[in-house]
């Protein structure tokens, strides 16, 4: 039998791996909405090498999850697997198959580990969303104190207009439910925080997270219709409207949306008839994951600019069945449609928390259909934390079900946000 003076440091071994995890957690949500959760990602590999030699052992949190959401984990795996296999024939194998593992720490860390965040108690959760909206509200007034005091002509923070477009719809979406959530006095921070943000997407010029945070505000209308909420919002609206109209540069800008002739648009059709060409050449494997920007001017149509290559297809589709083949893109599309529709099941219970992060994913994902930010890690790690949370939250709320009522699919009426009881 172990005496207490061996028992204790195996304890506080516990505690520090603990703290040092939940460190890691906080600065990523506190991070994310700037797109540099690195520091995050340093403390949750600390926290897992210590992990791998400690003997306690650890609850299997996700040992009985409801079925759509199991499938949804294994079908991410699939594709990681397949992202794996898939490399062997890429065009540059070395480099597919470095960034498959890339992916593979990507998705362990965040959509898998979120995935048990949801299991966490509820203070710390709530913490870790108060972060998150704090770190949005930041990110909002320094984009706007560096468009202004350094008169740039497109704002932008650790990254391009577009990466910061995309970041301000997921952190603006969620933020706005949480708020909502909680309540007063929380609640009247409402106003201020969507202005705040709004004003820093105009000033992005970013049109796609124009188009994007538009489809997250008015689902999130929709989904938690009340007067006093859904005037403000539609206030905001108007007034970005009305900036749209009268400064000449925004109105431009708004305006080369509808314009072929305008704004980069004949170069976004140029990269997806590249795309296309790509799916065309080799629809089963694909050019190979990471591949696309140095085979681009082999498949560019003959109007495209020579001297110019892209990173991305600049849509998240034609991404994964260029790079992937249509198998990976069949893989990715199920194990995307399964997550969206346990995140809107979610929506059901009314619950404007859970509301807010459906609303923020399809707001992305509207973005996603023009650029690609969330290709790249930085701005990735928070989409993909969000995705798994879903599924995190869906699970939750069927095993809390099951132990009250018995063995069921969750009915997603009795939810609670982080930090209610």
């Known amino acids: 039998m172990d005496t207490p003076s061996a028992q204790n440091p195996g304890r506080q071994r516990q505690k520090i791996k603990i703290i040092i995890e939940k460190t890691g957690w906080y600065l990523t949500f506190a991070l994310v909405p700037c797109g540099q959760p690195y520091f995050g990602l340093l403390f949750l590999l600390i926290a897992k090498l210590a992990s791998l030699f400690s003997r306690e052992k650890q609850e299997p949190i996700l040992s009985s999850v409801p079925r759509l959401a199991k499938r949804t984990g294994q079908l991410f795996v699939f594709l990681l697997v397949y992202m794996f296999i898939n490399s062997f024939f890429s065009k540059q194998p070395l480099n597919s198959f470095l960034l498959s593992l890339a992916f593979t720490l990507v998705f362990y860390f965040y959509f898998f580990g979120s ?180 085979v681009y001017l082999e498949y560019a149509p003959p109007a495209a600019k020579k001297e110019k290559t892209f990173a991305f297809a600049h849509n998240i589709f034609l991404q994964m069945a260029a790079e992937l083949g249509l198998p990976g893109f069949l893989l990715f599309s199920l194990a995307f449609a399964h997550t969206y529709f346990l995140a809107y099941k979610l929506t059901k219970s009314g619950n404007p928390f859970y509301q807010g992060i459906f609303a923020s994913l399809v707001g992305v994902f509207i973005h996603q259909q023009v650029d690609l930010p969330i290709w790249k890690t930085n701005i990735g790690i928070g989409f993909w934390l969000l995705l798994g949370l879903a599924v995190g939250l869906y699970a939750m709320e069927a095993k809390k079900t099951a132990v009250t009522t018995g063995p069921s699919q969750p009915d997603c009426q009795s939810l609670t946000m982080p930090g209610q009881s």
């Open 115 to 294: 995935q048990r965040l949801a299991f966490y108690d509820r203070k710390f959760l709530t913490t870790c969303f108060f972060l998150f909206t704090g770190g949005g509200i930041a990110v909002s007034a320094a984009t706007l104190i560096r468009y202004f005091s350094l008169n740039l002509p497109r704002a932008e923070l650790f990254g391009g207009p577009n990466s910061l477009g995309t970041l301000i719809i997921m952190y603006t979406g969620v933020g706005l439910g949480f708020l909502l959530a909680k309540g007063k006095p929380y609640a009247y921070f409402v106003f201020p925080f969507l202005t705040a943000s709004v004003c820093a997407l105009l000033a992005t010029q970013s049109r796609g997270a124009w188009v994007g945070f538009a489809g997250m505000l008015v689902l999130l209308m929709l989904l938690n219709y009340k007067k006093k909420i859904t005037l403000i919002f539609l206030v905001i609206l108007l007034l970005a409207a009305g900036l749209l109209m009268i400064n000449p540069t925004l109105n431009d800008r708004f305006l080369s949306i509808f314009s072929l002739d305008k704004g980069g648009n004949m170069t976004r059709i140029h990269i997806w008839q590249a795309s296309l060409n790509m799916i065309k050449d080799k629809p089963l494997q694909g050019v190979g994951l990471g591949v696309f920007p140095a």
